[in-house]
């Protein structure tokens, strides 16, 4: 028996989510079709954790195991065949049968993109969140420090989480200016990047919002200090929508 890990990124505009689920296609659904067609046996599909509809992501992790002889190295190409176009297996190695895709994971990385101009952009309008009112983001980073560190992010959950536990370490908080992909603009997209040890339902865009409010001056950094203090969903900024969410990185 061989345990293979992949790398995948995919734009999640067209499904219901990472998770198989039976109100739409979701994107495990589809590798695990395909891995079952590449290898000719079942698989079960063990992700690094779940994304929402809408999501996406550019490192996301996934493992199984298998019987098939195929290298390690080939996997992406044979699974990429009969992968729809939004859908890439970045690359594919064996590693030890005790990796566990969800399991091994020591953090994670999120980013969240914003299209900050007052215009909204036609290619990265299903890859970034259009905000057209100016935002300051030397207030959004510095307010962005207020989540380092071990907390209970309560106030910064959505409802719906059966999880035992709030707490969570975020070990950097970063935002900062992009260069636009498709043109020489800077300072038109915004990214802000969280790596913690987990998160939870909502978490990181719920943080976007409290941010965008902070340099709105709809809320101060000692209001967000106070939300994390108190854990009332009620004190933290609004849920972002999903289109500027990436899955960046998985650390293991």
């Not at 891995?35 to 490192?59: C, F, M, P, W």
């Not at 298998?66 to 044979?78: G, H, K, R, V």
């Not at 989480?161 to 707490?167: A, E, L």
């Not at 108190?230 to 293991?252: D, N």
């Amino acid at each position: 028996m061989r345990n293979i890990k992949l790398v995948i990124e995919y734009d999640g505009t067209n499904y219901c989510g990472w998770q198989t689920q039976p109100n739409g296609i979701a994107i495990q659904e589809v590798l695990e079709q395909v891995i079952e067609k590449v290898t000719q046996q079942k698989v079960s599909l063990n992700g690094s954790g779940r994304t929402d509809s809408g999501v996406h992501a550019i490192g996301q992790v996934a493992s199984f195991t298998t019987n098939s002889s195929i290298p390690s190295e080939i996997f992406s190409l044979a699974i990429n065949a009969f992968l729809p176009n939004d859908i890439s297996v970045v690359r594919s190695e064996e590693v030890a049968l005790d990796f566990h895709a969800r399991f091994s994971a020591k953090g994670k990385t999120y980013r969240y993109y914003i299209w900050n101009d007052k215009r909204r952009s036609g290619i990265l309008s299903n890859l970034t969140c259009h905000i057209p009112v100016a935002l300051d983001v030397d207030k959004m980073h510095q307010a962005a420090q207020c989540f380092v560190g071990q907390h209970d992010f309560s106030a910064f959950m959505a409802q719906g989480s059966s999880i035992k536990t709030t707490v969570r370490e975020i070990y950097s908080a970063k935002v900062f200016q992009v260069t636009n992909p498709f043109g020489d603009e800077i300072g038109k997209m915004i990214c802000i990047e969280l790596t913690g040890s987990g998160f939870l339902y909502n978490m990181v865009r719920i943080i976007a919002g409290t941010l965008m409010e902070v340099a709105l001056c709809k809320r101060s950094e000692v209001q967000v200090i106070e939300a994390l203090s108190k854990g009332e969903r009620t004190m933290a900024g609004q849920t972002m929508p999903p289109e500027g969410l990436f899955l960046y990185e998985v650390i293991y």
